[in-house]
């Protein structure tokens, strides 16, 4: 029995599948009826004194309609559908990602099936929309019954469908390649550290503690007193005291009054006691 993300997997892949497939004849039969197209336009040229082909609204055998730049806009057409399909087989196998992630979102990882979905529906019915060869009209319904599809798959998964049929991303969960969470923990909070060993013995010896720290960070700590100041100042440091300051809602030092013989005036301050 497998569980449910494996059915999940193996239905967006084969429904990936399917949509590689039709574009691939897609692609096939717009050739063909590109070259087919030129052939009629050609022999259309050849027999341009008939009056009976010029009143035509579509050269014979062909998607051609006759009109003023009739074949330059057909030609166009196919080679426009040709491209689009190209583009939409490389995004269906993901490569190259980061270029679809950066030029054009909607075909990248991040964004789920709809837009493709849409896609392909507008590729089939613009095919569907002329006279064409029975392999072209097989070929085109076949792509706009799978972007009917992944339209649907769109509003389903959302973002997550390409996630979900990802190979790496299942390689990934199988494999469980996430580290564990004593990984990402520093050194001296591994149960194998010394640090932590030395609090859950128990001891009260304060030397063997601090020397346990400096080996397990590699340097001797000072601290802030005069070996602390000693030290920085052998490595350059230099250690100045703080100017003395007082807050900005203390009020001023009140300076003592002067008598006019230039000696300072006695102030005397009753006691909360005297009568």
Known sequence: MLPPRAYFFLGLNAVRALSIIALLLVF???????????????????QGANADMQDCDY???????????????????????????????????????????????VLGNSFGLGALGIFQCLIGATILSH??????????????????????LGLVFRESAKTRRSLASWRAEAKGVLPSSRDFRPPFARPSSTFVSSIFKGS?????????????????GYGFGRQGEKAAGLKGFLISKPLESLPRYAPPPQRPHSSRSGSPEPTFKSSPTAI
């Open 59 to 105: 050269i014979q055998d062909s998607t051609v309609p006759n009109q003023p730049a009739g074949a330059f806009w057909a030609v166009v057409n196919r080679l426009l559908i040709i491209f689009q399909v190209i583009i939409l087989i490389l995004s269906e196998i993901g490569w190259p990602a980061a270029f679809f992630d950066r030029f054009f979102p």
């Open 204 to 220: 009260n010896d304060k030397s063997d503690k601090t020397r346990d720290l400096a080996d397990e960070f590699g340097k001797k």
């Open 28 to 46: 096939a039969s717009s050739i063909f009826v590109l070259v087919n197209d030129v052939e009629a336009v050609n022999r259309f040229t050849a």
């Open 131 to 152: 006279h064409v060869d029975d392999f072209t009209l097989v070929a085109s319904f076949f792509l706009f019954a799978l972007g009917c599809l992944n339209m649907l």
